[in-house]
């Protein structure tokens, strides 16, 4: 009993990619996307011929800030899963782990974060992370959940799950990564409710919570720039991950390797083919591979 609890908690700090993308499809999920929208619009500042980068889930706003930028891809972390993106045209999206990305030093203009920065599990390194591969200047967007709102305590939405944060929290953790935070914003002021009658008075509770409770909102939306004046410690970072292919077969590959071994052949022979490992180190990326390139 005491095991599938602990499982049904751990399962419960994860946003699954299924349970995402049910969520936006459905009147709540569209009424939430509208909403952090407009606080998006209210400190999003257009950048031309910009290259974008959404880490986490973030294909709903990719679609209408992306338009004018000159690449846009959507990284998905691996505890999340991926999706193709998008339906039409080659596919723009890719599994990754959020403290290695594929990408060159200083190659992004602007990150957008949502469902990203609450469920890593690093989130120190995941912003360190960011700000290599962002360009001089360039803008780190954060969507995180409000640890005073009422959506963080409602597991029924995707804000629910992972870490809740409060605003003076995420301010800290971007100065501490090299970030410099500027404008912010809030959203998810109506009550995660989904009564038909609550829904449709959602307006009305967005326009009075942002006079009378922006304190208590659902998500607090920040942006920040990368800061280079100040010099980064270098450390030996290791990943603490290890992924590997679902279809290998590690049980019977070690029972094989142990009867070769009692047969009297040699550790060489008996040695298992090395594959490749995806997210372990991060290869050199030229104009000819197939990873993600600009």
Known sequence: MQSTCFADTVRAMYADIVDLRAFYASLLGRLAERSITMALSKIWVQLPNERLIGLGYTLPWLERFGADAERVFAFMPATQGAVRWPQAGPSAAALVFDEEMPLFDSSIDRILMVHALEHAENPRETLMEAWRVLAPGGRLVVVVPNRRGMWARFEHTPFGTGRP???????????????????????????????????????????????????????????????????????????????????????????????????????????????????????????SSKDVVW
């Open 165 to 287: 944060w409060s605003r003076g929290q995420i301010t800290a953790l971007l100065r501490e990564a090299n970030f410099t935070p500027a404008a912010s914003s809030e959203a998810l002021l109506f009550p995660p409710s989904n009564r038909r009658w609550m829904m449709r008075l959602h307006q009305i509770f967005e326009r009075a919570g942002r006079r009378l409770w922006p304190i208590f909102a659902g998500v607090i939306v920040i942006e920040a720039q990368k800061r280079l004046y100040q010099g980064l410690p270098v450390a030996q970072r290791a990943s603490r991950r290890v992924f590997v292919p679902v279809l290998s077969p590690h049980g019977a590959a070690g029972a094989a390797r142990g009867r070769l071994l009692r047969a009297g052949a040699s550790w060489s022979e008996a040695a298992p083919v090395r594959r490749p490992n995806f997210y372990g180190t991060r290869p050199p990326i030229s104009s």
